[in-house]
């Protein structure tokens, strides 16, 4: 009986199938209307939705009937000929010859209109809203554009721990585990890790969860967050801001590529990623980033950190991304290298997005002179002695290198347009909330 079926397909390639195919879909309700004569249900699968109609007349009785017990959210199947209809969503519609109920759905709990903490209450269902599957199906691609990027050009990906025993971005944000009746921390960053290994493969990327204890909560700060870092010996910073460029123009290409629906769902305006595509970024130094704030009427002193609100200003100077560097080094992070021919500020790099939303990597060239780096550490308060492996890297054939550290969350945040980082993942955690 099954062989006999139409073949199944995606919603989205019966929508393209010529007039009067046979064809076979299957997911979830998203939608119903009974209008009497047909039933109307729109179905809804990883790729789309189609609009499945069940006519009382035609169709068989068991088939009205488990269209008729059909709720939102349901797990069905249902097969028959496609036609066009240009009401129907995508022109095109199913006209059942068979409908199976696989599941039905108890009152689904989301109906439209709930406020923010009641969909994060339930984000375990809301995750299969049309508007989040299509950041999810835009993260894929920007994930997948980017170890495209790494691996095309010679780029090897490892694997650091997550549990670790020393800062790299400060005590502020660690997170402290109770390891064995000894402290360790979740990872900042793989920063370190990642440039033991510089010394053995050269150039080494890795995607891993990093972890921050933010104090505030803001729109693109997320406790748990996905990092993309890169780390390369030999090279300078400038060499550094290459790659971060490239890597990001890949992944907005790689978007308009492949996701052009989901943008145009999400109501993105494509024009101004067209921009980014293209990694020839601009860049200015943190001096002339203090100039522009200055002539935007914003008070800040040379030596103040930028900050959400000084970055978004910045923004409105640039249509693409774009870089600052030379930031004082006493805002920044120790192992940053002091700039030889000005010792007040390092060669370190931001890449802010456009359009406000601010910093997506932060990256440097690295202190390669042992002396130079300890006095740093110290210099900062802290311990040598949780230090001393990575001093020790400074000591057996140290090189110039650089690397630096992509936001995931907050690139997808930006090239999909989305107002808040939550929604850039599917689970996001919370200083009240690690639920669901
Ligand atoms: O600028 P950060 O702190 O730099 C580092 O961690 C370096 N050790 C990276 C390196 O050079 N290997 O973080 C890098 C990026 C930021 O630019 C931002 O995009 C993202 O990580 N980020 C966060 N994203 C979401 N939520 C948070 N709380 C984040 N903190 C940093
Ligand atoms: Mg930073």
Do not use: C
């Not at 099954?2 to 195919?21: C, F, I």
């Amino acid at each position: 009986m099954r062989a006999e079926l139409p073949q199944l397909v995606k919603t989205r390639e019966a929508l393209r199938m010529p007039e009067g195919s046979e064809a076979r879909v299957r997911g979830w309700v998203y939608r119903k209307r009974d209008l009497g004569g047909k039933i109307f249900v729109v179905v809804r699968d990883s790729e789309g939705i189609i609009q499945v109609v069940v006519d009382r007349s035609t169709a068989p009785r068991e088939a009205v009937q488990a269209a008729e017990e059909a709720t939102i959210e349901s797990a069905v199947e249902a097969w028959g000929r496609v036609a066009p209809d240009p009401r129907a969503p995508g022109g095109a519609e199913l006209r059942a010859e068979g409908f199976v109920l696989h599941s039905r759905a108890e009152d689904f709990p989301i109906k439209g209109g709930e406020g923010v903490d009641y969909l994060l209450d339930v984000r375990h269902l809301w995750i299969r809203s049309r508007r989040l599957t299509a950041v999810w199906r835009i993260r894929h691609t920007v994930l997948k554009a980017m170890r495209e990027y790494l691996e095309s050009n010679g780029w090897w990906e490892v694997s650091p721990p997550i549990l670790t025993q020393s800062a790299v971005e400060g005590g502020a944000t660690l997170f402290e585990v109770n390891f064995f009746g000894k402290k360790a921390y979740l990872s900042q960053s793989a920063q370190f890790y990642l440039e033991a290994l510089i010394y053995s493969l050269e150039r080494v990327w890795s995607l891993t969860t990093s972890f921050r204890a933010e104090r505030s909560r803001t729109r693109r700060h997320l406790y748990e967050y996905w990092h993309l870092e890169t780390e390369e010996a030999w090279a300078r910073m400038r060499d550094s801001m290459r790659v971060a460029a490239e890597l990001t123009a890949a992944a907005v290409r790689g978007v308009l590529e492949e996701r052009l629906e989901e943008l145009s769902l999400l109501k993105r305006d494509t024009e101004r990623l067209e921009a980014a595509a293209r990694p020839d970024y601009p860049s200015i130094t943190y001096d002339e980033a203090i100039e522009l704030l200055k002539r935007r009427g914003v008070s800040i002193e040379w030596g103040d950190d930028l900050g959400a609100d000084e970055e978004r200003v910045l923004t409105e100077y640039f249509d693409t991304p774009f870089f600052v560097t030379h930031f004082p080094k006493h805002i920044k992070s120790f192992y940053m290298k002091i700039d030889p021919g000005r010792p007040e500020v390092v060669l370190g790099f931001d890449l802010l997005a456009p359009e406000g939303y601010g910093e997506i990597i932060g990256g440097s060239e690295r202190e390669d002179r042992y002396e130079v780096l300890l006095a740093r550490i110290r210099e900062e308060g802290l311990d040598p002695r949780d230090y001393e492996w990575y001093l020790d890297l400074r000591r057996y054939g140290s090189v110039p290198h650089s690397g630096f550290g992509l936001g995931v969350d907050r690139l997808v945040m930006w090239v999909a347009g989305l107002d808040h980082i939550r929604d850039s993942i599917p689970f996001p955690r919370f200083r009240d909330r690690i639920y669901p």
